[in-house]
């Protein structure tokens, strides 16, 4: 069903996409397959987007993120992490897009808080992808690794306070923690 809605989509075919799509997305769901969920959450959100069907467009790319999330912090390996997450970007991007149409303060600071959780998640996989993965790797250098594990943590927190709908208040000094 998720291929059907795509090629509807690439025939001009919206609406019949965007049936497809919930029917595809439920599905996933119904199996608890999250990076089914995820894929089919992006797409039902770009076409229900287009459709101008915002408050639904926020929820499938709401539930696609959650569903990215939940899947990347499985991924033992950071190298599957990074490629998992290069894959998954448009569930992030349609949720900012979304709440950008929906419009009003709140969806833009939503907006604002998912496009840094993608950002910095692109960074700190593009990082460990790069870094040395134990302290052996790190030809004994022990700085690095708990730099490292340092900053894993601070992300994780901010994730997590980003998820629990704990704005701002929360966010804000772990943002100033993660930059310095």
């Not at 959100?45 to 467009?57: T, V």
Request: glycine share 6%; charged share 30%; hydrophobic share 50%.
């Amino acid at each position: 069903t998720h291929m059907l809605a795509i090629a509807l989509e690439r025939l001009g075919r919206t609406a019949e996409a965007l049936a497809a799509a919930r029917r595809a997305s439920a599905a996933a769901e119904d199996l608890s397959l999250a990076t089914a969920i995820a894929a089919c959450g992006s797409l039902r959100a770009r076409l229900a987007r287009r459709e101008g069907q915002l408050a639904e467009a926020v929820d499938a790319a709401r539930i696609a993120v959650a569903a990215v999330e939940r899947t990347r912090a499985s991924f033992g390996a950071d190298r599957l992490r990074s490629a998992f997450l290069g894959a998954r970007l448009d569930a992030y991007e349609e949720l900012v897009l979304g709440l950008l149409e929906a419009g009003g303060d709140r969806a833009a600071e939503e907006a604002f808080e998912v496009a840094e959780l993608a950002r910095s998640r692109t960074l700190l996989e593009r990082l460990f992808g790069s870094m040395p993965a134990s302290i052996e790797d790190a030809g004994g250098d022990a700085e690095i690794v708990r730099l490292r594990e340092r900053l894993q943590g601070l992300h994780a927190r901010l994730a997590s306070a980003a998820r629990d709908d704990a704005r701002s208040v929360a966010i804000d000094p772990l943002r100033i923690e993660l930059a310095r």
